[in-house]
Every structure is written in structure tokens, then in C-alpha cells.
């Protein structure tokens, strides 16, 4: 099974500020017939549902601010948020759906400083 | 508009079993891999369970394989997730999830959650 590994476990950053966060997948995601890395990442707020920020590593969704970037391929993966704005506070994930057994890293909670 | 709502969620003692279901609408049910997902209280989001759309394959974790069955019925719009030897450590929020197309797809949709609590 493909273990992700985040880090770091929590931040705090100030308003305006960036914020990064990294994944690691214990091997590749990246999908050789279509060089496609299989790589997800979704916003968790109190009280809500997860929502899909980025799909296939860099990717984002409809709909989401164009703040959010993610970058990476292979095992190695990061989110950033160019601007964290106070709704932003939110714990993030990131996700592998190469395999049909998908697995979440731990999540990542960022908050304001 | 996309809606899935769980129902099913409840106290249950060790060793237990509860079936949850999931109501899925505004969507061609049975074209749409769909997975379960659990929160345990104070932990951060895990993968339990997925079925293909027709046809179904099923796929578990670990933690829960050989306790848990997921079928779905396409022609109620439902998925399920059956639910055996219940344990503590399986409390949690358990969310119903619509995959963007197949098994290897990212959720494009959650349930709001629905609460399992396992005590006795």
C-alpha cells in the first residue's frame, strides 16, 4: 500500500503571508501512460464536508481561487496558498488515487498567526 | 446539483453491527465509482472502503477488511456499507463520497457525515 506522509503537522501564518505544505508518497503516483500524477488535495473546515482543491497534482478545481498551486511529481508534492486569507483556516490533505486502495496523508492545519 | 445524504449513523456496543446507507441524487448513480471515508474524532481523514460503478469491484483498508461490506444498488441510487464486529476504534464520522469517474479518481463530492459511535 502507498503511505502519504505531510508535513508540517500544523502552521501558523499571518495574513497576506504564504503558506506551503509538502506531501510525500512512499512510491510514485506518477501514472506512466499518461504522465498524470495521481495526486489530490482537499480543503477540511469545522463543521463541513471535505472539498477537492487540486486534482492530478497541479490541477485546480473549478471554482477554486487561483491562490491555491500545487506543484510536484513522482513521490515528492506541495500546496501552497499565496495569500492565506482568514478563510482559508482549514486543514488540508493530500490524497493518492493511483491505487484503488487511495489513502489520505494526516492533514495539515493551518491557521492564523 | 450534486446530493448525498448518509443515514444509518448511531450508538452501537462492541461487537456490534450497523448498516449505513447513502442517498445519491442529481448524478447518474451508476456511472460514478463511490468510496466511504472516515474521521475519527481528533484525527485527520481515512480511506475505508471503494466500489466500482457497474459491475462492482470492492476495495477495503486494512483496518477494516473482512468486518465491512460495501454494495450499492443502482437502481435505488444507494450505497452502502454494512458494517460487522464494530469495534472503539471504528468511531468516527463516516462520509459517503462520489469519485470524479472510476476507483483511481479523486472525491468530487461528500456526504455531510454521518456519526458512528461504538460503546457500551
Known amino acids: 500500500d502507498i503511505v502519504m506522509t505531510q508535513s508540517p503537522d500544523s502552521l501558523a501564518v499571518s495574513l497576506g503571508e504564504r503558506a506551503t505544505i509538502n506531501c510525500k508518497s512512499s512510491q510514485s503516483v506518477l501514472y506512466n501512460s499518461n504522465n498524470q500524477n495521481y495526486l489530490a488535495w482537499y480543503q477540511h473546515k469545522v463543521g463541513q464536508p471535505p472539498k477537492l482543491l487540486i486534482y492530478y497534482a497541479s490541477t485546480r478545481e473549478s471554482g477554486v481561487p487561483d491562490r491555491f498551486s500545487a506543484s510536484g511529481s513522482g513521490t515528492d508534492f506541495t500546496l501552497s496558498i499565496s495569500s492565506l486569507q482568514a478563510e482559508d483556516v482549514a486543514v488540508y490533505y493530500c490524497q493518492q488515487y493511483y491505487n484503488t486502495r487511495q489513502a489520505f496523508g494526516g492533514g495539515t492545519k493551518v491557521e492564523i498567526k | 446539483e450534486v446530493q448525498l445524504w448518509e443515514s444509518g449513523g448511531g450508538l452501537v456496543q462492541p461487537g456490534g453491527s450497523l448498516r449505513l446507507s447513502c442517498a445519491a441524487s442529481?448524478?447518474?448513480?451508476?456511472?460514478?465509482?463511490m468510496s466511504w471515508v472516515r474521521q475519527a474524532p481528533g484525527k485527520g481523514l481515512e480511506w475505508i472502503s471503494g466500489i466500482s460503478a457497474n459491475t462492482p469491484s470492492t476495495y477495503y483498508a486494512d483496518s477494516v477488511q473482512g468486518r465491512f461490506t460495501i454494495s450499492r444498488d443502482n437502481s435505488k441510487n444507494t450505497l452502502y456499507l454494512q458494517m460487522n464486529s464494530l469495534r472503539a476504534d471504528d468511531t468516527a464520522v463516516y462520509y459517503c463520497?462520489?469519485?470524479?469517474?472510476?476507483?483511481?479518481?479523486?472525491?468530487?463530492?461528500w456526504g455531510q457525515g454521518t456519526l458512528v459511535t461504538v460503546s457500551s
Open positions: 463520497a462520489k469519485m470524479t469517474t472510476g476507483t483511481t479518481s479523486p472525491i468530487g463530492y
Open positions: 442529481g448524478f447518474t448513480f451508476s456511472s460514478y465509482a
